[in-house]
């Protein structure tokens, strides 16, 4: 529940839309539709999640937006020129350090809400995920290797297009070899979201035991922080690994395009990057 909360404001904040603003304002509203999709509130605890997101989202604007916008400039200024991996996985970093400052102030706006769960949310969530994990098989396990590919392919080359504009067929080449010889397939991925479906359940056992356990708020939340901290640093050493060199594999592989973009290329990139920071800015003033 709270983690897709997470996910909708770092799109938003982050990756950015043809209209920023309305988005991020829309934000209350699209959360709690996404939440009650994922959890099917009642109506007695219908008001009481609304109110727990808007204040989430009050705090945010308040607080992290000015911090994102920040950081949103000086990675405008980064893509000017040619980049490390590890100037790349600086900014990831930061961005992990704001979602552990989101998620401290949205365990405690979501502990009542979470206490008030019953059996009936508990079971719509479970199959909530159950059906998104199928869909999620027959979306990437179909076909044959080249068709796989081929959806990864377009995947990744629609991201890199809403930001550097239509790439170069050396540019198309490198990411395709990009894809090839990234450690990540459909059977890893399979077997990322078996791990994906044990935090889930980590997560509804959590919320179980809170909803049975006559557990204080600060109890709860105590509960709430530990299901994402194992999120986070997952106890097996593999997985960690594993992760871990996923995630400078994507700097490298950024690091290793943007180097080969144009000079158009980077001013396009550097002017979406200032225009969602003019944005956020523009969401923070009176």
């Given at each position: 529940?709270?983690?897709?909360?997470?996910?909708?404001?770092?799109?938003?904040?982050?990756?950015?839309?043809?209209?920023?603003?309305l988005?991020?304002?829309?934000?209350?509203t699209?959360?709690?539709?996404?939440?009650?999709?994922?959890?099917?509130?009642?109506?007695?605890?219908?008001?009481a999640?609304?109110?727990?997101?808007?204040?989430?989202?009050?705090?945010?604007?308040?607080?992290?937006?000015?911090?994102?916008a920040?950081?949103?400039?000086?990675?405008?200024d980064?893509?000017?020129?040619?980049?490390?991996?590890?100037?790349?996985?600086?900014?990831?970093?930061?961005?992990?350090?704001?979602?552990d400052?989101?998620?401290?102030?949205?365990?405690?706006?979501?502990?009542?809400?979470?206490?008030?769960?019953?059996?009936?949310?508990?079971s719509?969530?479970?199959?909530?995920?159950?059906?998104q994990?199928?869909?999620?098989?027959?979306?990437?396990?179909?076909?044959d290797?080249?068709?796989?590919?081929?959806?990864?392919?377009?995947?990744?080359?629609?991201?890199?297009?809403?930001?550097?504009?239509?790439?170069?067929?050396?540019?198309?080449?490198?990411?395709?070899?990009?894809?090839?010889?990234?450690?990540w397939?459909?059977?890893?991925?399979?077997?990322?979201?078996?791990?994906?479906?044990?935090?889930?359940?980590?997560?509804l056992s959590?919320?179980?035991?809170?909803?049975?356990?006559?557990?204080?708020?600060?109890?709860?939340?105590?509960?709430?922080?530990?299901?994402?901290?194992?999120?986070?640093?997952?106890?097996?050493?593999?997985?960690?690994?594993?992760?871990?060199?996923?995630?400078q594999?994507?700097?490298?592989?950024?690091?290793?395009?943007?180097?080969?973009?144009?000079?158009?290329?980077?001013?396009?990139?550097?002017?979406?990057?200032?225009?969602?920071?003019?944005?956020?800015?523009?969401?923070?003033?009176?």
């Open positions: 529940m709270i983690r897709t909360f997470l996910t909708l404001v770092t799109l938003l904040v982050l990756q950015g839309c043809s209209a920023i603003k988005g991020y304002q829309q934000l209350p699209l959360s709690y539709w996404w939440l009650d999709n994922t959890v099917s509130f009642s109506g007695n605890q219908t008001p999640a609304k109110e727990a997101i808007d204040q989430l989202f009050q705090w945010h604007r308040r607080e992290e937006l000015p911090g994102y920040a950081l949103l400039q000086r990675t405008a980064l893509s000017a020129g040619p980049v490390q991996p590890e100037q790349l996985c600086r900014v990831v970093e930061e961005v992990q350090a704001r979602l400052t989101l998620m401290r102030q949205a365990v405690t706006q979501a502990a009542p809400v979470a206490m008030a769960l019953g059996p009936r949310q508990l719509h969530m479970a199959r909530h995920w159950e059906q994990n199928e869909e999620w098989e027959k979306e990437w396990l179909q076909g290797a080249d068709a796989r590919m081929a959806r990864r392919l377009d995947k990744a080359l629609g991201r890199y297009n809403s930001f550097y504009g239509d790439l170069n067929a050396a540019q198309t080449a490198l990411i395709k070899t990009q894809l090839a010889q990234s450690p397939t459909a059977e890893w991925g399979r077997r990322d979201r078996q791990r994906r479906q044990r935090r889930q359940q980590d997560l959590t919320l179980q035991r809170i909803t049975q356990g006559n557990l204080t708020q600060a109890q709860t939340e105590a509960q709430l922080w530990g299901v994402w901290q194992r999120w986070l640093q997952p106890p097996d050493a593999g997985q960690r690994a594993v992760a871990q060199s996923l995630s594999l994507a700097c490298e592989n950024l690091a290793q395009l943007h180097n080969t973009a144009t000079p158009e290329q980077r001013v396009r990139v550097a002017r979406r990057l200032r225009a969602y920071e003019r944005d956020l800015l523009d969401l923070n003033r009176p």
